[in-house]
């Protein structure tokens, strides 16, 4: 039932920003936990935050933080994530998931049981 559909993505020069968005067009994840993942060429998808069923709490990976900013609107059901200061190690598909493997918060990709098909952001030096 979920479908989820990334866009916003591009090519923008280092230090720039972006900002993704990940809907669901039948408004079913209003209460899950929501991520963001992303896989560059010839790497592993890796995680890049995360924002729980009703956007109090958000957990970023290491490598993003300061820089990106999850978020939700519940009236429209989108998620967002703002890429500021942008480099081109984050060069990647970035990927939108819904985590329904049960409570609590997970970084690990193989707990999210819905995934848009991406959308690409690259960034150039």
């Known amino acids: 039932q979920v479908q989820l559909v990334e866009s916003g993505g591009g090519v923008v020069r280092a230090g720039g920003s972006l900002r993704l968005s990940c809907i669901d067009s039948a408004r079913t994840f209003s209460s899950d936990t929501l991520g963001w993942f992303r896989q560059a060429p010839g790497k592993e998808r890796e995680f890049v935050a995360l924002?729980?069923?009703?956007?109090?709490?958000?957990h970023y990976a290491e490598s993003v933080k300061g820089r990106f900013t999850t978020s939700r609107d519940a009236t429209t059901n989108t998620m967002y994530l703002q890429m500021n200061n942008l480099r081109p190690e984050d060069t990647a598909v970035y990927f939108c998931a819904v985590d329904r493997s049960g409570p609590g918060f997970s970084d690990h990709a193989h707990h999210y049981s819905f995934w848009g098909r991406g959308t690409q952001v690259t960034v150039s030096s």
């Open positions: 924002i729980d069923g009703i956007g109090a709490y958000t």
